[in-house]
């Protein structure tokens, strides 16, 4: 299944910046074991914010819901995911 999958960040401002550099790389890690695993098909960011936008395959909503909860920011993410369905007009 298909997955469109947005997240805002949730970070207060005071968070410590070393801390938040260090979440980044390894959320950077992640997303390219995902790629590489083809979970993550696109990732996009949102100009003038922190947000992203993605474009998951998983089995389903529990794999998906699995690995979204791996990601080192998940405390501080606002997740919405939309299951995706073919179109008739891709068929």
Not at 36 to 48: D, F, N, S, T, Y
Not at 65 to 91: G, I, N, S, Y
Request: aromatic share 8%; proline share 9%; net charge positive.
């Amino acid at each position: 299944m298909e997955f469109l999958v947005s997240a805002r960040s949730l970070l207060p401002r005071d968070f410590p910046p070393e801390r938040r550099a260090e979440m980044r790389t390894l959320e950077r890690a992640v997303a390219g074991r995902w790629r590489a695993e083809g979970m993550l098909q696109r990732l996009w960011r949102v100009p003038g914010r922190t947000d992203w936008i993605g474009l998951f395959t998983a089995a389903d909503s529990t794999v998906l819901h699995d690995a979204l909860t791996t990601l080192p920011m998940w405390p501080w993410l606002d997740v919405t995911v939309q299951p995706l369905a073919t179109h008739p007009q891709e068929r």
